[in-house]
């Protein structure tokens, strides 16, 4: 104990004091440029949901930007966009090339509704000429982008594609799990190359370390046949479509 009318003097164990905010830290930062974003942002979210307000049940379909026409992924995804406008669902891809354009053509040319959510990109991605002039709406911000596919489709159908393919899943996945979306058909087609990825789902994520539930993965499905595609659709609203937030 110290000795009376003696304060002990603590030793500051190497402990880092605080240090105040560096200068070229907190330049980056602009209040002002910040609250216009704001509203752009705003006008981004008014201006795509005034596009969809007059939109029916729609599917989205993701996948690569680098699939030719003469790919089997390009053809795959045109047969799906125009089996989709027979049944009357609007498509909506993500308005660029490859498997967007192959979605888009396929429905546009079966006399259905082609939509496309383009976005600006620093290498220029340029909406496909498939997409109705009417329905195309090009977004700076991926999140307001994504809220518009997720909003307003019934299905994500998931072609072989990159890091985008995977986030617009994994997406999709999260909010239907949380509850934050209403539970809707997630399809990957192309079973070449989703198979391996929706075992590792099944038998790690769940069977070996359950890090989901079972009953995560009944939304999820992996199918090839457009025919089967759209019963499995279907299947998901015996009492109608509806948005999904």
């Known amino acids: ?121 620093p290498n220029q991605q340029h909406p496909n000429p498939f997409i109705d002039q009417d329905r ?22 998931v072609l072989p594609g990159g890091f985008g393919t995977m986030d617009e899943f994994s997406e999709a996945a999260t909010l239907i799990q949380t509850q934050k979306s209403s539970c809707f058909p997630v399809i990957l087609m192309g079973s070449g190359y989703w198979e391996d990825f929706y075992r590792w789902m099944q038998e790690t994520m769940f069977k070996e370390k359950r890090y989901i539930a079972k009953k995560e993965l009944d939304f999820i499905f992996l199918e090839d046949d457009p025919e089967k595609v759209i019963e499995i659709i279907k299947s998901f609203y015996p009492g109608g479509y509806k948005l999904n937030f």
């Not at 000795?3 to 402990?15: E, F, I, L, N, V």
């Not at 993500?94 to 496309?116: D, F, R, T, W, Y």
């Not at 700076?140 to 307003?152: A, H």
């Open 136 to 157: 195309l709406l090009t977004f700076q911000y991926f999140f307001v982008r994504k809220v518009m596919f997720l909003k307003y489709s019934q299905a994500f159908i």
């Open 1 to 121: 104990m110290p000795a009376a009318g003696k304060t002990s003097k603590r030793k500051d164990s190497g402990k880092l004091k605080v240090q105040p905010p560096d200068k070229r830290f907190s330049l980056q930062t602009d209040f002002a440029g910040d609250g216009w974003r704001v509203f752009k942002i705003m006008a981004e979210f008014v201006n795509g949901f005034e596009k969809m307000s007059d939109t029916g049940p729609a599917v989205t379909v993701f996948g690569s930007t680098r699939v030719a026409p003469e790919n089997m992924e390009y053809r795959l995804a045109e047969e799906m966009g125009r089996r989709l406008a027979e049944q009357g669902f609007s498509v909506i891809t993500g308005g660029g090339p490859g498997v967007m354009e192959a979605a888009n053509k396929g429905a546009q040319q079966a006399g259905g509704v082609s939509i496309g959510f383009n976005i600006e990109l």
